[in-house]
């Protein structure tokens, strides 16, 4: 059975930090892409940031410079450290594993940056 099990998520001020933790397992974690989407209200599912099984990474305009995804194989677990948070990052970030044919998702976990 697979499962990726978000956590770190909550209530932060703008310009504060959080680290966001996806926890995997039921799959051979290493040869799979990780990444992390958001959905805001109202808007559609959006990537954040993506990490391929060779460690290479990508970005949302949106984030570059703020935001780093990090992924260690030994523990199965992708990780995502978001600085200088804004208003506007304010929604559910969900946990992707996909290989191939193979998708899988996360029940996400809330982040909400407001004063």
């Known amino acids: 059975q697979v499962q990726l099990v978000e956590s770190g998520g909550g209530l932060v001020q703008p310009g504060g930090s959080l680290k966001l933790s996806c926890a995997a397992s039921g799959i051979p974690f290493s040869i799979y892409n990780i990444a992390w989407y958001r959905q805001a209200p109202g808007k559609q599912r959006e990537l954040v940031a993506r990490?391929?099984?060779?460690?290479?990474?990508n970005y949302a305009d949106s984030v570059k410079g703020r935001f780093t995804i990090s992924r260690d194989n030994t523990k199965n677990m992708v990780y995502l450290q978001m600085n200088n948070l804004k208003p506007e990052d304010t929604a559910v970030y969900f946990c992707?594993?996909?290989?191939?044919?193979?998708?899988?998702w996360g029940q996400g976990t809330q982040v909400t940056v407001s004063s």
């Open positions: 992707n594993a996909a290989q191939l044919l193979y998708n899988f």
């Open positions: 990490i391929i099984s060779g460690g290479s990474t």
